[in-house]
């Protein structure tokens, strides 16, 4: 049976660094053959890409690895996504059914639905090595709270005063970032020793943390002057990362290695990529 609780971190903070003006990252763009729309999401140490992809205006999740892609599709579903994966190829995601939105692990070839208990729908993202997986859930009132999946106990996770909270990553220490929504205004936070941190770029009017790797560095996309840019933030400094030619770009995912990806929008289509050092 499932357990579960409900905790609320106790401390707030706010992260405030200068913006880095280099890009030294070599960027590859990621697509899936055939795809109209393409969103890499997760990424492991191996370099093991999961994301999701769109064809024929049906999303599939997907596994992109030593240059092959293999689909991944929930068994009924009429969308699925796949969101993160740990060194080990675990891969944590979340799938449609019946107009309601449910989370998966997918463990050795098996599919099994996470659902934090009593939930109107569900959404799996991040898992660390340790098999801790990271979501949101809907509750019967309409109101978006995060959780902590392990061993088959959830803790809810609420930023206080938030009135959505969206839990997106998890690393090895167990270190989480996601966003929250407090006045209207999405904001970055990371969730460390039970304590949470806001993260928002200089300027920024609207910031999603995304991912964070096992040196704390964290990437996702943030809004200034009306342009939609990813960043990393590393040792307190934030890095742009904007791909040459996109209208809009954003950082999902980070492994060990310092490696990135994301996702842009050129040509009126959204494509992937793999930023590189």
């Not at 579960?4 to 992260?15: D, E, N």
């Not at 796949?82 to 098996?110: C, S």
């Not at 999902?252 to 050092?277: C, H």
């Amino acid at each position: 049976m499932n357990r579960f609780v409900s905790i609320t971190a106790c401390s707030l903070g706010l992260v405030i660094a200068a913006m880095a003006m280099t890009l030294p990252f070599t960027f590859k763009t990621i697509d899936f053959p055939g795809a109209s729309f393409m969103f890499p999401f997760g990424m492991n140490p191996q370099g093991d890409i999961v994301g999701n992809y769109v064809v024929d205006d049906l999303s599939h999740g997907f596994l992109l690895q030593e240059g092959n892609f293999t689909a991944i599709d929930y068994p009924g579903a009429s969308a699925s996504f796949a969101r993160g994966i740990n060194p080990e190829g675990d891969i944590a995601g979340f799938y449609i059914a019946r107009d309601l939105t449910h989370g998966f692990l997918l463990q050795q070839g098996v599919f099994t639905a996470i659902d934090y208990p009593g939930a109107a729908e569900s959404f799996a993202f991040g898992i660390n090595p340790r098999g801790e997986i990271v979501g949101g859930y809907i509750d019967n009132l309409g109101v978006s709270h995060g959780f902590l999946f392990h061993r088959g106990v959830y803790t809810s996770i609420d930023f206080p005063g938030g009135t959505l909270t969206r839990p997106t990553g998890i690393n090895a220490q167990g270190q989480i970032v996601g966003f929250y929504v407090a006045s209207g205004t999405n904001h970055g936070f990371l969730l460390k020793n039970g304590g949470f941190t806001t993260i928002d770029p200089p300027g920024s009017t609207s910031t999603f943390a995304l991912g964070i790797n096992a040196q704390g560095e964290i990437v996702g996309g943030y809004t200034a002057g009306g342009v939609s840019s990813g960043y990393l933030l590393r040792k307190g400094i934030f890095t742009t990362l904007d791909v040459a030619g996109a209208t809009a770009t954003t950082a999902t995912g980070i492994n060990s290695e310092g490696d990135i990806v994301g996702n842009f929008i050129g040509n009126d289509t959204t494509r992937g990529f793999l930023a590189q050092r």
